[in-house]
């Protein structure tokens, strides 16, 4: 009985369900060897010979199927049909490489789509592994590890609180770091449009735009203030106008290709809200169900037995007009080879989505948009009417125009529409109107513009950005965007992608230090050697070895870098961020404090980094690097007096802003402050929020049991309330400042039950009585159930024994055979000290010396 080895369990589930009681399909869970996360994996001295483990999540299953091939002779590979799936079979066949002597045998099939069809005709098409797909991944594999391995701890030694940097993940960051600069340094200019709605003799109402100003075709910046705005409404408002010419046209929409990667992303984002990662998960469910084709892909064309299934679909629900006279075919314009080559498409065109009942609301939506945008991409094109009418002043001085559009046939519309990052208004019908006709001015206004600013990246256009660039594939898209934001160098707001200073920070160093390698265009072509690789038609070594000489030498070149060299290249780099002009003109760089002092990047010892004055120590003027507008307006911003006449104050600070109640002065060197918590804007606080913030730690009153206080707080895990030393956890800092005494005393008690955590020592169960060698002898509650404790010594107490029938012979019975057990232990521990009274008798023979450097060996290893 064959054994095939697939991914996922899910997947196996839907396989075996096709295969049938003759093959054992089992699951590996993903990858199971990894490169050890720890110098030396990759050894370029070595030609870049790989050190790969088994993870220990893994090893169950790797003896799973090994303990299949015992009874079975034939491996089948069935991972998925792309790079990553092709790394997974060789993985499986190296780590089971000792099962696999006597004359085993392995195959690797591969299939688009999980249906019993594919599956089965896939078995009938075994193939060995494809080498150039997995010296591709090795190639990637490898590259990624040093880069990783050898910038990040460039950046935590020189950068202090930046956490990692990544061959594609930096350069991803760059382009939200650049964006934002870009927004910064925008100047809005000022623009004006004039509008007039026009009546026809009809009595018909249209809008229309003007044009044509003193005889001349209007340039967008042609008015750019409300007075030249104003002189043109009289223009108009002082003549009369007629219908000068209608042109209608014909114009065709056709449908968009079938979805890819990024695509599929790109709209999942545009219609749902949902992140790449969501999307992808999504897609993983579907696939596995074997409701749509593999979710990994770079192509747009479809099977021709899929093309026919959709003709006949759209004939059978939208009728014989709505199928074109030949098949659409579509180009793949993307670069990469390593990839599955087919689009993202249903594996059943008749199963529309409500037929199928997905359970899951994700699943649901994104199968709807996949099931419909593969039928309107074999749909005909939609017939559209653009019609054109200029209105002119029989003077010819003045001139306005209306456009409007009529979908004469919907076509491929009736089905599907794509989304819009930035949304256009529609253009409506115009009314029927002829050459020469008067029409009657209803009204004229004028409207004031600003020019907009280049949006925030989201991540349906990022994954655009990127595939325009050639940088990335559609396995990496999801994964570079998680990490970007699981290492807080970039926030989402509103779907927005925004660079944290912590992000600015790394992509300035970079950018001044390794400029190479965040190049768009070096990446790329990186990225292009390596589908070189996958091809067949490049050495992965020597891509491996071009790229190690140049990066090493670079990162050797930074090594006699000192922190303040690489501050005030970032400070430069930064500076129109760091010091944005202030409203006055006055020196953005001058201390606001001392006012002689200047700016200057500098780094905190706990991390990051922070804005401080040059005078330090006679000035402490400090605070956070983000800076702007805002933060300009909230330091020192005075909220008001509090009742005995102390002015409270809103400060940016180094670490965010806070609230301060009075000055500091000889009499008073620490006045009272509090930090707002997360989620609290600074620009809409008031002087109540502050008093409560400043009037923390809150006390409730004494507690029932034992009369001590009870307070509520917000600390450096958030807000909380506090008994003795049991500290419980609020859901929502709004609560602290509104807990009623029941209500602190019901989550106080749920965290006793739960047993101790952090801040909170356990109490005794029971207490049992003393030892004969002395200390008390206690029952504990345990996270595996209760235990008797005597000094250092824990016994764990046995299922039949209860804690409340526990005696002390019995506890004194089970510490004796615990500490018994641990003697072997503590008898090696107390060999150590004789070890140490032997080195001077070393020192004496003269053999300390050869002894040192294996002594130092021994210590590097552990």
Known sequence: MPVVVVESPAKAKTINKYLGPDFTVLASYGHVRDLPPKDGSVDPEAGFAMSWEVAADSKKHVRAIAEALKTDDMLILATDPDREGEAISWHLQEALAPSLKKGKKVARVTFNAITKDAVTRAMQEPREIDTPLVEAYLARRALDYLVGFTLSPVLWRKLPGAKSAGRVQSVCLRLIVEREMEIEAFRAREFWTVGATFKTPRGQEFDARLTTLGGKKLDKFDMPTATSAEMAVQAVTSRTFAVQSVEAKPATRNPYAPFMTSTLQQEASRKFGFGAKATMNAAQRLYEAGLITYMRTDGIDMAPEAVAAARAEIGKRFGAAYVPEIPRIYKNKAKNAQEAHECIRPTDMAADPDSLRLADADQRKLYDLIWKRTLASQMAAARLERTTVDILSPDGQVGFRATGQVVQFDGFLAIYDEGRDDEDEDEGRLPQLANGEALDKRRVTPDQHFTQPPPRYTEATLVKRMEELGIGRPSTYASVLTTIVDREYVKKDKNRLIPEDKGRLVTAFLANFFHKYVEYDFTADLETELDDVSAGTRDYKDVLARFWRDFSAAVAETADLRIGEVLEKIDDFLAPHLYPLRADGSDPRSCPTCGT??????????????????????????????????????????????????????????????????????????????????????????????????????????????????????????????????????????????????????????????????????????????????????????????????????????????????????????????????????????????????????????????????????????
Not at 765 to 773: A, E, Q, V
Request: hydrophobic share 35%; glycine share 12%; proline share 8%.
């Open 597 to 862: 002092g200047r700016l200057h990047l500098k780094t905190a010892r706990s991390g990051g980094a922070f804005i401080g004055c040059g005078n330090y120590p006679e000035c402490r003027y400090t605070r956070p690097i983000s800076t702007g507008e805002e933060q300009q307006a909230v330091d020192g911003r005075i909220l008001g007096q509090d009742a005995a006449g102390n002015e409270i104050s809103l400060r940016a600070g180094r670490y965010g802003p806070y609230v301060q109640r009075g000055e500091a002065s000889e009499a008073n060197p620490k006045p009272d402050r509090a930090s707002l918590p997360k989620g609290w804007a600074a620009d809409t606080l008031t002087l109540e929020r502050a008093l409560d913030l400043l009037g923390l730690p809150r006390l409730l009153g004494p507690h029932p049991d034992d009369g001590a206080q009870i307070e509520a707080a917000i600390g450096r895990f958030g807000p909380y309330v506090k008994h003795g030393s049991t500290y419980a956890n609020l859901p929502d800092v709004e609560e602290v400042f509104t807990i009623g005494m029941n209500r602190a005393v019901e989550v106080l008690a749920q965290k006793r039950a739960r047993g101790p955590g952090r801040g909170a020592a356990a109490e005794p169960l029971r207490s049992l009585g003393d030892h004969p060698d002395g200390g008390a002898v206690v029952v504990m509650p345990g996270k595996f159930g209760p235990y008797v404790k005597w000094e250092k010594v824990n016994a764990t107490l046995p299922k039949d024994i209860a804690p409340e029938a526990v005696t002390l012979d019995e506890a004194l019975a089970l510490i004796a055979e615990k500490a018994g057990k641990a003697g072997g232990k503590k008898k090696a521990a107390a060999k150590k000290p004789a070890a140490k009274k032997a080195a001077p008798k070393a020192a004496a023979k003269g053999k300390s010396a050869a002894k040192k450097p294996a002594a130092r060996k021994s210590a590097a290893k552990v």
